[in-house]
């Protein structure tokens, strides 16, 4: 098949994988990549070493190639490689950035100050509560939210941003043209719509257990920090935040019950130097970034009717109507008609012993 | 009233408050604390500034020397002096130790290894749960457990200590005889007999708030570290945990929901470098000690029975059936099961929707 596009030039390079010096090299030879992949491979070998030469001469998947073009066709779809001026600048000092990105959104999302917030897949309804709140916050204070669009905490870090101007960036494990879990395929297609989608790999790539960790170094890579919000032990959102930490990027992780499975891996990075925050301006405080825009100040001010505060004085464990009292101030007979008003709303429950507890 | 114990002429010296270089140096010229009060001005003026000597001939209420002559001559009360051998050699380092020390039980905890476990005293039944947990664990790893018998964190600390042969310490901030709050009497009484009850203040001293704060430089001063298991951002136990800072002594905090007033004082610490800790292995490995002793260890495998392996893998969050097979990997019966036997000792509630939460 011809290679008579830049763009399928630039991917079928990218598919070749070569170490990124060796490509930076060849870029600088022959200034183009239609030139180095035309190039006989005498004119390579004086800049590149023999098992290089090699990758570039040897021939491409035909398959791979035509479905990357018919990508390539939708003029929705962007190949965005390195001498693209809307290649995300963040990612050109993280070492390995992909030659190639392929992206479907706006491209003005890809230079903008952003921030990644990730987690488990399996969180708690907590967890996901923080993370939507959270992307909100500092979405509403201009930082884009990045994610992998993972079920569970990805999933509500993108919801939280899609609405507002900063949006959201979702960089995916596998080709453009796939969502991965297939759970998340409504959510791809607004993210694609109102924010963007972005992946290193070639359009038709299926889900693969290894591009996964690899793909993380790219949400980290997109931000100037990670926020985790809950983390087992083993979950691959302590990937991103090593690479976050390997880039030079901060790290952030929400505290949580010492009971809880989902704050482990948390509290892991705090003991490793994450720095531990309670909200929104938190992270903003240590990024040197000023306050959420007043839009957020709103909201919240607009969240603070009695019943939401009751909400968020009873804290997450049981508590008695004496301790409510206590911590608002409010007489016993509004804390008892708010109780009430939240059980019709399912938002607490009533214990045995009168005792009460969000849920 | 004559001072003929040297008992009470120790609790009398301590009643002037001298500064504690000036009470060094008298200490040093006249050897003895009687020799001390009976010197004439002049020769007290040789080694003293003037305001010194005032105080030292001030005369002393007589009768706060009846109350506590009185309270001395019960065989169960100790006066212990910087020239007692079972003064806590842990305090000798702090500055501004306590002259003497009024002590009711027995001798030996005054110079064991010990931890300080503090927190708020409006605390979460969770909270309180964790306070005796790691009370529990660390004496059975022989620290004794230091406390200041407030109510909350305080009063479960000593509760989960007693019993084991580390046992704990209340340091209070009345005079020995008083017991504050009154709600803690019975507890107190149990730590006289099987621990230690120690006060800087004469008998007959009242609760005074000022004394309270002062008092904590001990609690942290006898330890070599302080746990906090819950504070609010006011909580007492802050100031215990900056006298363990300006001490040399480590910072232990218990992390929580970013939703709880009860976490944010612990997650103040820890932003200003508290450890974080999760169990009390994580305690005792920072202050290089071993494992827990094989008792722990065994009523820990003990505890591993399916409904309370079941309860740990519930954490603190509403949880679905699904979530728990999966966390635990056991089949769905079992997992019914043991929620409905947790559900009749009222250790789980169902909640709309599916979800299980622990209460």
Redesign the interface.
């Known amino acids: 098949m011809a290679l008579d596009s830049r763009s399928l030039q630039w991917a079928t390079l990218a598919h070749k994988a070569l170490p990124q010096r060796a490509l930076v090299t060849l870029l600088q030879a022959f200034d183009d990549p239609g030139a180095i992949l035309a190039a006989p491979a005498a004119q390579l070998a004086r800049h590149v070493p023999a098992d290089v030469v090699a990758a570039v001469a040897a021939p491409v998947d035909d398959n791979a190639l035509t479905a990357t073009q018919r990508w390539i066709d939708d003029p929705q779809h962007h190949v965005i490689a390195w001498d693209d001026g809307d290649y995300p600048r963040a990612l050109l000092d993280i070492g390995h950035a992909p030659p190639v990105l392929f992206y479907i959104g706006s491209r003005v999302l890809l230079n903008r100050p952003a921030l990644a917030i990730v987690g488990s897949r ?1 969180a ?4 996901r509560t ?1 993370a939507r709140e959270f992307a909100r916050a500092l979405a509403a204070a201009n930082l884009t939210i990045v994610s992998g669009l993972a079920l569970g905490i990805d999933a509500a870090a993108h919801e939280g941003a899609l609405g507002t101007e900063a949006s959201t960036l979702a960089v995916i494990g596998t080709g453009p043209d796939r969502v991965y879990p297939a759970r998340n395929r409504e959510l791809a297609q607004q993210i694609a719509q109102a924010g963007g989608l972005l992946s290193e790999f070639l359009p038709g790539t299926p889900p693969r257990k290894e591009n996964f960790p690899r793909r993380n170094r790219l949400i980290s890579g997109l931000a100037r920090g990670v926020l985790v919000v809950e983390a087992t032990l083993s979950s691959g959102s302590l990937i991103t935040a090593r690479w976050a930490g390997e880039q030079g990027r901060e790290v952030f992780a ?11 891996g948390c ?1 892991k990075l ?2 490793e130097g994450a ?5 929104a301006q938190d992270v903003l405080d240590e990024l040197g970034l000023g306050s959420p825009s007043p839009t957020t100040r709103a909201s919240k001010t607009a969240a603070a009717a009695p019943e939401s505060e009751l909400l ?2 009873m ?5 008695t109507i004496d ?1 409510l009292i ?2 608002t101030g409010a007489p016993a007979e509004a804390i008892a008609a708010g109780l009430v008003r939240l059980e019709l709303d ?1 938002l607490v ?1 009533a ?2 012993g009168g ?1 009460w ?3």
Chains 1, 2 share one sequence.
Do not use: W
Not at 124 to 127: D, I, L, N, R, V
Not at 275 to 279: F, S
């Open positions: 399996h708690t309804p907590q967890g923080n929400i505290p949580g019950s010492i009971h809880s499975p989902f704050a482990k509290h705090i003991r720095k531990l925050v309670e909200t968020s004085m804290g997450h464990d049981p508590v301790a206590e911590r399912a429950c214990l045995p005792y507890q969000r849920q």
